[in-house]
């Protein structure tokens, strides 16, 4: 299925409707605002032979990829909603900061070792870009010119922090770099962190 603006918006609100009556015991992390984006992203990737790794907000790419929404919403009722992996669909999530990053390294690396056609994206938000692990998986993948595109989703935010205050600084350093292997989008989320704006109680 080819996912519209809308569909994407419906999942996502169908996700925090049942976590508000209290039917997920476990964090979520929605998306909202970067529908358009994200579909424009997603027809430059193969979904059958590229890659995908994310955080731990990846709903809207599982859907793009190819995950079955019924499959997808059982998953995220089950508990699973920051640590999404459907290696069939070759996609992968970690909820830890950054956890992602050397593993989408390493297959870039491995996809080049073999002479593959297929292509990495990683995913990443703006506060995790500026992390060391971060910053030195973009010079590896530059120097060795691997397979893999890092796309940054800044919404601005770390959690509940500024994330341009935080580093004191109003230009983050992917912002600065000519490194042809990531690229960048801003959007504005319409949820808080985690949760869907509404305190819940088990």
């Known amino acids: ?3 519209s603006k809308n569909d994407l918006i419906r999942f996502e609100d169908r996700v925090a409707d049942t976590f508000n009556a209290g039917k997920i015991r476990a964090p979520i992390h929605l998306y909202s605002g970067n529908e358009e984006k994200l579909i424009e992203i997603f027809q430059k990737i193969d979904v059958e032979e590229d890659w995908v790794f994310c955080s731990w907000r990846s709903h809207y790419q599982c859907l793009l990829k ?3 929404e019924e499959l997808l919403y059982k998953a995220i009722l089950e508990g699973r909603s920051i640590a999404l992996c459907f290696l069939e669909y070759k996609i992968f999530s970690s909820a830890i900061v950054g956890g992602h990053i050397p593993i989408a390294l390493g297959v870039a690396l491995s996809l080049k070792m073999q002479k593959s056609e297929s ?3 990683c995913f990443l938000g703006d506060m995790t870009a500026e992390t060391g692990i971060a910053q030195s998986a973009f010079t590896y993948a530059n120097n060795f010119d691997l397979p893999i595109t890092f796309i940054i989703e ?3 935010i770390s959690v509940c922090s500024d994330t341009r205050k935080v ?3 109003n ?3 992917f912002q600065q770099t000519s490194n042809k292997k ?3 989008y801003t959007y504005t989320n319409k949820y808080p962190h985690a949760g869907a704006g509404k305190r819940v109680e088990f």
């Open 154 to 156: 800044d919404n601005g």
């Open 66 to 68: 190819g995950v079955p």
């Open 182 to 184: 990531i690229t960048s």
């Open 171 to 173: 230009t983050l350093r």
């Open 119 to 121: 292509h990495v994206y």
């Open 1 to 3: 299925m080819n996912f």
């Open 167 to 169: 580093w004191g600084t």
